[in-house]
C-alpha cells in the first residue's frame, strides 16, 4: 500500500506542477487580464489541489480536513476570478480581440 501512495503521490505533483507550469505560462502570454484569468483561475486551482492530494497521499494527513480543503479550493477560485473580471471590466480595462462582449450594453445604459 505504501508502494501505491507513493506512485499516487508522484504522479499528483508531476501533474500538478504541469498545471502550475501552464497557468504560469499563460499568464505571461495572454494579452489581457480576462485571458489571464482563464489561465491563472482554472489551471492553477488544479496545479494546487493535485499538489494536496500528493501531499495527503505521502504525508499521510487526516483526509477529511485535507477534502474540506480541496472543496474550498474548488469553490473559491471560479467566484475569485469572477469577482476579479468583474471589477475589470467595470473599470473600463479593454478586451484584446474580442468577439463578443455581452456586459457592454449592461455597463453603458443607464438605471
Known sequence: MSML?????????????????????????????FARLHATGKVNV???V?????????AQLEWGVSLILICFLMITGPVTAHAIGSAA???????????????ARDLNSPK
Open 5 to 33: 501512495l507513493q506512485l499516487i503521490a508522484i504522479a499528483a505533483v508531476g501533474i500538478g506542477t504541469f498545471f502550475s507550469v501552464i497557468g504560469v505560462l499563460g499568464f505571461l502570454r495572454l494579452p489581457d487580464v
Open 46 to 48: 488544479f496545479g494546487v
Open 50 to 58: 493535485l499538489l494536496l492530494i500528493a501531499t495527503m497521499a505521502r
Open 89 to 103: 471590466k467595470r473599470l473600463g480595462l479593454p478586451m484584446k480581440r474580442a468577439v463578443r462582449d455581452d456586459l
